[in-house]
């Protein structure tokens, strides 16, 4: 049995990046990029008006006031778009708006607001220091400056960057293929009704949503029976994939078939068993060939939530690095416990949680039942509570982490 930070750490050294192929940007959103992103120009490409006002010189406005105005000659209007204008002498303003390039020799711009135009004069009513309502060519991104970094995955507002650069096809990793397999003779698919002691296929249903969530395309291969053959047979298939998931049958019991199945197909299991709850009894390994990236396979308890929960701590970090995604650790704040939960033994706890704020900071609660069946303490949840494995009983009132679903 390992810990869960062994665990994570044996998945993500042992998963390789998958390729890289070029996209469109407009295909681009949710993909992570394989190489960085020089910008080929400056962003904004010019000094431009972050408002509506009249582009001024600061020294010519120093006294202004609204007991004692600053009066400026209008020289004309510039509007976003248009090219840029002559430069601006002194005791002259020109009328601008928002987005509309500075013309040279102004260095501020003073509101609408704080002016009167009369005719073809204004009347500034306060001062302004430089630089003011001044967007500064380059304050954003600069030319032959990193704009984005490899492994990033590309949010829609840092495809908008991308659009701001020019950048019509970009170099991302290839979206990995993860087959899934859910097990056992008591599940069926969810357009049969169950007959006596079976069950209808939740998981594949969480785990293809968990997939994509990270950034993968899942192909599920269905409901495989406890059976050897049958099993070893699915295996073969799985493993022309990208990764593997196996749902179920991971256990110690007559009819846990998995473990020995993937040993049988060559799989080498890097681990068995973590020391958390819920979700123990999971396992991890490689399958390795001379043709391919290794194909990582991680094999899940059957219980929904401990399914969802190693998905959450060990799946998903291996998926975003076959992705290609940088490593980056899970967002975790402290919470104070608003009831007490038992915990008497040495596993880390990841319990279902419902945080809120109130008038002293973030308070948190169990959503019920911590049974490993019931799904829908994990629907209710927005947060695990993170119990270590030293810690004990906690109490109300106590400070925890919690991990952000």
């Not at 990029?33 to 490409?45: F, R």
């Not at 993860?178 to 009704?193: F, Q, S, Y």
């Not at 068993?273 to 391919?292: C, H, T």
């Not at 993170?386 to 810690?391: G, I, T």
Request: proline letters at 7%; one cysteine or more.
């Amino acid at each position: 049995m390992v810990n869960a930070a062994e665990a994570k750490e044996i998945i993500v050294q042992s998963v390789v990046e998958s390729p890289s192929e070029e996209c469109t940007l407009a295909e681009s959103a949710g993909r992570v990029l394989a190489d960085d992103v020089i910008a080929p120009g400056d962003i904004p490409p010019f000094d431009n008006s972050s408002m509506d006002g009249y582009a001024v010189r600061a020294d010519d406005i120093r006294s202004a006031s609204l007991d004692s105005p600053v009066t400026l000659e209008l020289t004309g209007e510039i509007a976003a778009g248009d090219p840029p204008s002559g430069e601006l002498r002194p005791g002259f303003a020109a009328r601008i708006m928002t987005g509309a390039p500075v013309p040279p020799g102004a260095d501020a711009v003073a509101e609408q607001e704080l002016a009167e135009a009369i005719d073809s004069i204004v009347r500034i009513l306060s001062a302004a220091n430089p630089g003011r309502n001044i967007r500064r060519r380059g304050e954003d991104i600069r030319r032959g400056g990193r704009a984005l970094e490899k492994g990033t995955r590309l949010t829609p507002a840092r495809v908008g960057i991308l659009a701001s650069l020019g950048i019509q096809n970009v170099k991302v990793h290839r979206r990995p293929r993860v087959a899934l397999i859910t097990t056992g003779n008591e599940v069926v698919d969810v357009g049969r009704n169950p007959g006596p002691g079976q069950i209808r296929n939740s998981n594949a249903f969480t785990l293809e949503g968990l997939i994509r969530e990270s950034g993968a395309d899942p192909v599920n291969l269905g409901i495989v029976p406890d059976s050897t053959a049958e099993l070893a047979a699915r295996i073969r298939m799985a493993l022309l994939h990208d990764a593997v998931i196996t749902s179920g049958g991971v256990s110690v019991g007559k009819y846990d078939l998995v473990l020995d199945v993937l040993k049988s197909e060559g799989v080498e299991i890097r681990f068995w068993k973590a020391n958390i709850k819920p979700g123990m009894p999971m396992a991890f390994g490689i399958w390795k060939s001379e043709k391919r990236n290794p194909v990582p396979v991680f094999a899940l308890p059957g219980n929904p939530v401990s399914s969802m929960v190693t998905f959450r701590q060990f799946v998903r970090p291996g998926l975003e690095k076959l992705c290609g995604v940088r490593a980056q650790p899970s967002l975790r704040i402290k919470a104070v416990l608003g009831e007490d939960i038992p915990k008497r033994d040495g596993k880390r706890h990841f319990v279902r949680g419902i945080a809120r704020n109130d008038e002293h900071g973030i308070i948190v609660m169990t959503t019920g039942s911590q049974s490993s069946g019931v799904l829908t303490s994990m629907a209710e949840a927005n947060c695990l509570i993170v119990l270590p494995e030293d810690a004990r009983d906690g109490k109300k009132g106590d400070s925890v982490e919690i991990e952000l679903l």
